[in-house]
């Protein structure tokens, strides 16, 4: 800004002294040397200023080198394939069956005398997917208990194996006739699952019919 009026008086002056000149060169007026005095004294000032305004040289920055590292080995990346996990799940009450196989001993409708001790052995077989595992419980469901206990499995019994599983009993003083009480599997936490097996016998000497199987029939086919 302040060059541009420096060059506005400058030229102010220059054209003030064409306009001046002629044949007779006229004697400066003192209003005109104060107005170039000025002027000059303007300029001399501007260009003070600016050179104290103007930056200084500064050495120009170079970096220096950092050193160079070699880059650091790359471990090999080893993708293992994917692995799909089932999820856990506790053995459900489809997985535990049992079927029930033979008498072992005291076959359906064994005389007895009123208490009469005596053992019934089932054989059973394990026709689940899994295994029954210790603690797993025989125990009496209804009918006649004839003094039986509830029998715990002392080991697992594998899938597909067969187990002899016995029970003491005495026959009842108070009743007589067909006796039977019923039997089934359980697990630990008292879920009945498989066949439900029985014991039938006969205190008096009255035999008994087991209803559980249908008795064949002696009706002779009539022909034409």
């Not at 053992?119 to 595992?133: E, F, I, L, Q, R």
């Amino acid at each position: 800004m302040k060059q541009k009026t420096i060059y506005i008086l400058l030229a102010s002056i220059l054209l003030l002294t064409a306009c001046g000149s002629g044949d007779v060169e006229p004697t400066p007026t003192m209003e005109l040397i104060q107005i170039q005095t000025q002027a000059v004294e303007t300029f001399s000032a501007a260009l003070t200023q600016t050179a104290l305004a103007a930056p200084s040289k500064t050495p120009v920055y170079t970096p220096t080198a950092l050193p160079t590292f070699a880059p650091a080995a790359t471990s090999a990346v080893i993708t293992l394939p994917a692995v799909t996990q089932a999820a856990a799940s506790s053995p459900t009450a489809s997985c535990y069956q049992l079927r029930f196989t033979s008498d072992v001993s005291i076959p359906d409708n064994t005389q007895m005398a009123p208490g009469q001790t005596f053992t019934k052995t089932w054989k059973v077989k394990n026709t689940g997917s899994c295994a029954w595992d210790t603690g797993f419980k025989f125990a009496f469901v209804g009918g006649e208990a004839m003094s039986g206990a509830t029998y715990t499995l002392p080991s697992s019994v594998a899938a597909n194996a067969e187990l002899d599983i016995s029970i003491a009993m005495t026959a009842p003083t108070n009743k007589t006739g067909a006796l039977r009480g019923n039997w089934r599997m359980q697990t630990a936490g008292g879920t009945y699952f498989g066949d439900e097996v029985y014991v039938l016998i006969v205190v008096g000497g009255t035999t008994a019919t087991n209803t559980s199987v249908p008795p064949a029939s002696t009706t002779q086919p009539s022909y034409p």
